[in-house]
């Protein structure tokens, strides 16, 4: 298996696409909760976040099987693009239509956009350090290794 990233993302990016992921969902909910809008709309706007989320993850993951050459089925990513590509116009139609002032319809975009962007930085981070971890061989005990 080989790896476009030979070296671990350091703990500094880790935990800064960790805390974006965070600050954009807990921004994106908290803005949802004190908004004035009936139940079945702030549902509506939840899903919408959750699908962004797995879909954009789902996508990422993809498109990384492919580039390590892990075999995907086309109709997966078909599948895996146009479901990232759905969540966000389902998004921004909501928001248009939404009667909302322009300044929280912008919130929420910004919100959702950086959750996604986040979510999938995260996922990356994860799978560059598992590929990392399952490529190392594991010591024998014949090795020598560090011995004089």
């Known amino acids: 298996m080989t790896h476009s990233t030979p070296y671990?993302?350091?703990?500094?990016?880790?935990?800064?696409?960790?805390?974006?992921?965070?600050?954009?969902?807990?921004c994106y909910l908290i803005g949802l909760f004190n908004a004035q809008m009936a139940l079945n709309?702030?549902?509506?706007?939840?899903?919408?976040?959750?699908?962004?989320?797995?879909?954009?993850?789902?996508?990422?993951?993809c498109i990384r099987d492919r580039q390590e050459q892990i075999p995907t089925?086309?109709?997966y990513y078909v599948l895996s693009l146009a479901s990232?590509?759905?969540?966000?116009?389902?998004?921004?139609?909501?928001?248009?239509?939404?009667?909302?002032?322009?300044?929280?319809?912008?919130f929420y975009g910004i919100a959702y956009l950086m959750s996604l962007y986040a979510a999938i930085a995260v996922q990356k981070n994860?799978?560059?350090?598992?590929?990392?971890?399952?490529?190392t061989p594991a010591?024998?005990?014949n090795s020598t290794e560090g011995e004089e």
């Open 139 to 141: 010591p024998t005990a």
């Open 41 to 61: 709309e702030k549902g509506y706007y939840l899903i919408a976040l959750l699908y962004g989320l797995f879909s954009a993850v789902s996508l990422q993951k």
């Open 73 to 75: 089925s086309n109709m």
């Open 8 to 26: 671990a993302p350091s703990n500094a990016f880790k935990l800064a696409s960790v805390v974006a992921l965070l600050i954009g969902i807990a």
């Open 84 to 106: 990232t590509l759905l969540a966000i116009v389902l998004l921004v139609f909501a928001l248009w239509r939404a009667e909302l002032l322009l300044s929280e319809k912008g």
């Open 126 to 135: 994860v799978r560059d350090s598992q590929g990392l971890v399952s490529d």
